[in-house]
């Protein structure tokens, strides 16, 4: 805990749990502005593709973990913390993806961008353990979502 801030009431931390899933959800956002569309239609999956309409559920969960681990870290350690800059970080990342991959159709350097985000979603898991042992753990089922989805996005780069 940050010793310069005093503990959040509990409706100023539930308050801050909305804004964390607002944060967390304004990456899934992206994909309001680039669909997939015709052109990923046309693109040849690799043969491990999962169906399309698994991909919502996946993620609409993953957001919800990665806001509640952000959540907790800010609780934790406060708004100045290193951590929750690589919490945004993250984020940010993550918000990148979609305009690389659907809206510029740039395959590889999508799979650039999520070699970036497995690094950074890895280094919070490990920043976050000693601040929080639950939110570092929050943060593995969306580490193993994204080691598939490079493998995923490789399959679509080495393919198309």
């Known amino acids: ?21 607002l944060l967390s959800f304004s990456a899934a956002a992206t994909g309001y502005f680039f669909p997939p569309g015709e ?24 957001y919800v973990l990665i806001a509640v681990s952000g959540w907790m870290i ?3 350690a406060g708004w100045r ?22 809206g510029m159709h740039l395959l590889g350097w999508a799979l650039i961008e999520m070699g970036l985000l497995w690094i950074a979603i890895a ?7 000693p601040a929080s042992t639950t939110a570092s753990w929050l943060l593995m089922p969306y580490l193993a979502w994204v080691s598939f989805a490079f493998a995923l996005n490789l399959g679509f780069w080495w393919l198309n």
């Open 1 to 21: 805990m940050n010793t310069t801030e005093s503990r959040p009431g509990p409706l100023a931390a539930s308050a801050m749990l909305v804004l964390f899933l």
């Open 123 to 129: 280094a919070c898991v490990m920043r976050f353990r």
């Open 74 to 76: 800010w609780k934790r």
């Open 81 to 102: 913390s290193p951590l929750l800059a690589l919490w945004l970080v993250q984020m940010g990342l993550n918000a990148l993806w979609t305009p690389l991959f659907f």
């Open 39 to 62: 052109w990923y239609a046309s693109l040849n999956r690799p043969s491990f593709a999962p169906p399309n309409w698994l991909f919502g559920p996946v993620w609409t969960t993953l």
